[in-house]
């Protein structure tokens, strides 16, 4: 079991003294502390939890020799060697889903737990009030996993986000919607079903916009209570309207009760697209996925060829976790990788050195263990060289399908459903 306690950490004896090492001040037994904040209970705990895990791997990897990824930043080495050696130490804490704890246990991590910079929080909701936080602290925030297109367009100068977002994810639908219709494939009436905070509403706002730009409209929009305990309305309403293509923006739990609730009133679209989020949880494949065979999702992660980042971190994740990384998780890992990048670059924890140093990220994708084109930020904070795939859920496991020249197999149409 990979520990990231504060008295759990392993630490090595480093071959130097450390006087001739460390910066100025710091003890040979300093960690550097980093916050993290996630939902690990309630209704995107399994999500939560797989994010927690990915992190924990991560301090596995910057904290001990990894020579057998040479280009991962931080991998080779022990511990930051630009801080003498220094060890990575995460302070974990629980928002439950709940923006108000999220806001609340960011000010805890930083006025009491002294972290010099904050990672999280899943849920772009959470990630709002959280980043305010760090912002108002001057405290760098990582948004590893939040997609929601509102959290950069801010102005805030502390957060930073390496995953792609919402206009991203729109593009690329349409995009693989066009090339369906070019091959025969009906695809006049797209509709998409939102979870009504900020991630579905931004997220589908942005989808939306996206597919018009492209000369395509969206005909039905289905907003509905993130946890709800019952979508008959919802299907029966996709049923009535019969649309050929219908765009899911849910979180776990609801995208377990959709698949259900289209079984059992027996509605399914040609087209289902789930975007990431509880479709890509290894939970929902494994309670639903012989009902969503056939679904399509999007993700920046495949585990990739032996021998590459991907697929020795996956191994050692699988170890850690008892599952296999899925792109939330990747993507909650690379974030914290790229933070502890920037960190070591700075070589202080003085916040403002750290943030300096994210700024100047210039990350190759050879230096990364997920798909992304590289990590550079805009002004924003917002990767400029993010990137998604899509990927098909066939016999309960993803397969990417789209662009052509990352697809391992041709896309399976119509949607198979549970038949």
């Not at 209970?41 to 939560?48: C, D, L, N, P």
Request: aromatic letters at 6%; hydrophobic letters at 40%; a neutral charge.
């Amino acid at each position: 079991m990979i520990k990231t306690t504060r008295r759990g950490l392993s630490r090595m004896a480093l071959a130097l003294p450390a006087l001739t090492l460390l910066p100025s001040g710091a003890r040979a037994d300093d960690t550097v502390r980093v916050g993290a904040t996630y939902p690990l209970s309630g209704g995107a705990a399994s999500a939560g939890t797989a994010a927690k895990q990915a992190i924990e791997v991560a301090v596995e990897i910057i904290n001990n020799a990894h020579p057998e990824m040479p280009k991962l930043p931080l991998a080779p080495t022990v511990g930051l060697p630009n801080l003498g050696g220094r060890k990575i130490e995460v302070v974990f804490t629980d928002h439950q889903g709940n923006p108000a704890t999220a806001q609340s246990q960011t000010l805890r991590l930083i006025t009491q737990e002294k972290v010099v910079a904050m990672v999280g929080a899943y849920q772009s909701s959470c990630g709002l009030t959280a980043s305010a936080v760090a912002e108002r602290y001057g405290i760098p925030f990582m948004a590893s996993e939040a997609s929601a297109p509102s959290l950069t367009a801010r102005g805030f100068k502390w957060l930073f986000r390496p995953t792609p977002i919402g206009t991203h994810f729109g593009a690329a639908y349409a995009d693989f919607m066009l090339q369906r219709k070019a091959a025969g494939m009906k695809v006049g009436k797209i509709a998409v079903v939102n979870e009504n905070t900020e991630y579905g509403t931004a997220t589908g706002d942005a989808i939306i916009k996206a597919a018009t730009e492209k000369g395509m409209k969206v005909d039905l929009r289905i907003p509905y209570n993130a946890n709800s305990t019952d979508v008959s309305s919802q299907v029966l309403q996709l049923k009535n309207e019969q649309p050929d293509v219908v765009i899911f923006i849910s979180y776990t739990s609801d995208s377990i009760l959709f698949m259900k609730t289209m079984r059992n009133l027996d509605y399914k679209p040609a087209l289902l697209i789930g975007d990431d989020s509880g479709f890509s949880d290894t939970s929902f494949i494994e309670a639903v996925g012989d009902l969503a065979e056939g679904a399509i999702n999007r993700s920046s992660y495949d585990i990739g060829k032996p021998g590459t980042n991907s697929f020795i971190v996956n191994e050692l994740y699988t170890k850690h976790a008892g599952h296999a990384l899925d792109d939330t998780s990747a993507r909650a890992m690379q974030g914290f990788l790229a933070l502890a990048d920037a960190i070591n670059r700075a070589g202080s924890t003085d916040p403002a050195k750290i943030q300096a140093a994210l700024q100047a990220t210039d990350l190759k994708p050879d230096q990364l263990m997920i798909g992304y084109n590289g990590i550079n930020y805009d002004e924003t904070g917002q990767n400029k060289l993010a990137s998604t795939l899509l990927v098909q859920l066939i016999k309960k496991h993803y397969v990417p399908v789209w662009p052509a020249a990352m697809a391992t197999m041709e896309p399976q149409m119509p949607f198979k459903g549970w038949n």
